[in-house]
């Protein structure tokens, strides 16, 4: 008979569950927690003592752009000068770049997500089938899960083409509605629904889009929407889709946004890094930016990183039957400061 012996260690502090933070702490063996939330204080000295909560979910990435970011380049501040395609300068630098040094871009993204106690991360994917490709490959040796996003590689609506992306991938995300025909964008997405996949795109980033076209596209997810009116915000509340935002990207662009509105409105959020070419992917430095403006309380931010994503893009990381998921980090009370992640 063999005995198999469990070398427990703890967290203490306060435990983030679905229904708010728990005093209390966690026992674990291999970065897993085993008995979830106890009441009281640890048998022996924790590993570590702060805000515990289940790894993040960083909710809007595009990290093909990454190696842009090792070139310290100075880039435009002008959302229509640096991202908009096809012309804007990162699609053209893209376009430059040789494959090696997209990958490696990507794998130091990476590694900086999984350092910071981010376990998934939900990617827009430009060029096509083969920005599908490039992402998969660059993921081969790490330990993070991703929800792929793909995009056709012209801003067509091509039925093979759509078909050989949403097999490679979890859904389409979309530039933004300026971008497109409308009967190509409105193909795209009808097409999306049948296959039963995710379909996002960018909306109201810059100006105030249609809120009607917008809608008829029957997203799952939209990005920014900081241009958008109360009004869009509450349609958009109603309709129950969730709005990702990247507040370190707008401060990047000097984008005015509509933050008080959307807290005000109280439409689901969740929060994301933008693009890899002007910030690391930490999403916990978005919850920092966040709680500076003095908009939205702590325990909230930090629910919008993790309960809230995982439940918008059906992620079923959780232990069942408990809130947390089976690992975690350790955030320093007042400055949000990474104190451990469980591996």
């Known amino acids: 008979m063999f005995l198999t012996l469990v070398h427990m260690k703890y967290v203490q502090g306060e435990i983030l569950t679905k229904d708010g933070f728990i005093t209390g702490y966690l026992d674990f063996d291999k970065g897993r927690v085993l008995e979830g939330v106890r009441k009281g204080t640890p048998p022996e000295k924790p590993v570590a003592k702060g805000l515990i909560l289940p790894t ?23 959302v229509k000068d640096l991202v908009a395609p096809p012309a804007g300068l990162k699609h053209r630098l893209l376009k430059e770049a040789s494959e090696q040094e997209i990958l490696e871009g990507i794998r130091m993204s990476l590694g900086e997500m999984t350092a910071s106690g981010t376990s998934c991360f939900c990617d827009f994917r ?13 993921m ?13 590689s012209q801003m067509i609506y091509e039925k093979e083409e759509l078909d050989k992306l949403l097999q490679n991938s979890d859904g389409i995300g979309l530039s933004s509605i300026s971008d497109w025909e409308p009967s190509e964008i409105e193909k795209i997405a009808k097409h999306v629904r049948k296959k039963k996949k995710l379909f996002a795109l960018h909306a109201s980033e810059v100006v105030c889009e249609d809120i009607d076209q917008i809608l008829d596209l029957h997203p799952n997810l939209l990005v920014h929407m900081i241009a958008a009116t109360k009004a869009d915000l509450d349609r958009v509340n109603d309709a129950n889709i969730p ?18 509105l959307m807290k005000k409105t109280g439409v689901p959020l969740l ?41 918008a893009l059906n ?29």
């Open 56 to 78: 993040c979910i960083n909710a809007h990435t595009h990290l093909g752009d990454s190696f842009i970011r090792f070139k310290h380049l100075e880039l435009p501040c002008n």
């Open 126 to 138: 430009e060029s096509g089938l083969i920005g599908i490709f490039q992402l998969k490959k660059a």
């Open 140 to 152: 081969k040796y790490c330990d993070i899960d991703s929800v792929v996003l793909s995009r056709p």
């Open 243 to 260: 709005i990702v935002v990247c507040p370190r990207s707008y401060m990047f662009f000097h984008l005015k946004n509509n933050l008080k």
């Open 271 to 311: 929060l994301g890094t933008d693009n890899a070419m002007i910030n690391t992917p930490d999403v916990i430095q978005e919850v920092q930016a966040l709680f500076k403006t003095g908009l939205f309380a702590l325990e909230e931010l930090l629910t919008n990183v993790t309960y809230t994503p995982r439940k």
């Open 315 to 343: 992620l079923d990381d959780c232990i069942q039957g408990r809130d947390l998921s089976e690992k975690f980090i350790v955030l320093e009370r007042d400055s949000l400061k990474l104190l451990y992640v469980s591996k």
